[in-house]
């Protein structure tokens, strides 16, 4: 007889396997927190993407001009006389002169009448010819890069070159780009915490849930002897999984829809969000997102369950 | 093994259902519990599997008090107690075979040595052929053998059955008798609560605790009086 048990043995291998000692996958309160997990997933790598992009946007763009300026010498002056084309190149040779000469300028070019033409062909069109309209000077500034700049001191003193000589330092407009991007960051950063919030409540409420349900069934594992960490194991592989898959679909559609907006960018040519191409480590992040949010879900049940269960006798 | 010692049981603000409950219960002896419908066998019983403690009194098992174990020991306790419930308490989401196993599981043996023994006993109990079933499918009869067999699949300490043979024919009724004999004649300590008089003489052996007004006595078989347990102490 023993041995016909055992040659008969493969039956023993339940054909639908036995996942929980809880009926866990049975009831709707699994798909809730899978529908949830996704769209907070989605909103995550929405936020970090956003965040990502700018940053890096941010950082080429201020790399390549915080130590850069540019004078200008209009063509008019302050009353709206047009000035000779003559007295305009000689000023902006004595300030290039001038420049090159101060110590905490590394260097100091007259931008070419042609590289000004091609900077104003876009707005004025091809078209119009310069022969009788006089071009403003350009003395594009490149200033070494361990130097605080008094940029008023700097203005003043090209100031004495002509009135209406201008200081472009890119200043205020750079530390507004900084202060979006600070703020996007900032936003990113608080979305963030918010899911991690929504994710610890979500999943300590549904497995309080579960508990409340499967109360006759944790009963009698309880009688069996089973210890706390047994039962919490089961609800932390449960509540691991299941956010781990609701996550890890919000996390693709996520990343397609990104991957669209970014193809959709290039086509239309938005030149002012240059790229917003995620670098790989970026990529890797946000694949590893519901890996955090699974585990972060099993820590919550854990915790829940040792809680309500140390209420048992 | 087991000692009541003044112990009354009531349910919140009721009634006591059990008072003055005394009895020691030797390692290796074979009880039935018997009395009335409604005399407090399953609450008895419930005190037993350390379900519930007592209201009051000392009550102690394995040589300890009970009333003063922590989570962890009285976990160890109840992983050497077998118990087949009235209503049966099966897990209705996973197959005979899975609720067998269960308490192998939660006590952590191989997975190997679980299925050699489970597939045994399940030949044994005559549900070979019904491994993959899931309990609610199968008859009231079935389902109080898989109760019966998850029960001794552990070869418990203490055996604890709560009218086990309500639902079987004599055959298998006869048949889980004697597989509670035999956990017995191998040093289990076996209480079976139990209303059915025909069962109870056809193994007159055993000794009897009877319950009657919230208090037990104890009945020998070859005492015809019965002998009030509370007066021994
Ligand atoms: N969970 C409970 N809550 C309140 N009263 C209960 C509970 N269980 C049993 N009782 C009461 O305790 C008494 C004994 O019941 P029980 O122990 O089930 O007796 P038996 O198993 O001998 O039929 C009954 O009066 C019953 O109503
Ligand atoms: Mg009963």
Redesign the interface.
Known sequence: MINFIKKDRSLGVAKEKRKYDLPLNKGSGGSFLKILMGLMTILAIFALSASFSLSEMTERWSSGLENKATVEIPAEDNKGNIIEQVVVDKIALDIESFLKGHPDVETAEIMRPQEIKDLVSPWLGNEITFENVPLPGIVSIKFKDDKEINYTILESRLKSFGEHVRLDTHGTWLADLLKFTGALNFAAILISTLIGITTVVAVAGAVQARMAVYDEELELLHLMGAGDRYIANQLQRYSFITCLQGSAIGAIIGLILIFIIGWLLKQRDISLLPDFNLSFVQIIILIILPFFIGLLAMVTARQTVLRELSKMP | MIKFEHVGLRYGVGPEVLSDINFTLEPGTFHFLSGPSGSGKTSLMSML???R?PTRGLMSMFGKNVGQLN??E????????G?VFQDF?L?????A??NIA??L???GQPEKEI??N???LM?WVGL?DH??MLPNTMSGGQQQRIAVARAVITRPKLLLADEPTGNLDDEIGLRLMNLFDQLNRMGTTVVIASHNTVLMQKFSQHDRIILDDGQAYLEKPQQTIKQRLGSMF
């Open positions: 599997y350390l379900g403690q989570r962890q009285l976990k160890k306790l109840r992983q050497r107690i118990v308490r897990l209705n989401h996973m197959s075979f899975d269960l308490p599981r939660i006590s299925r050699a489970v597939e045994e030949e070979g491994r993959h």
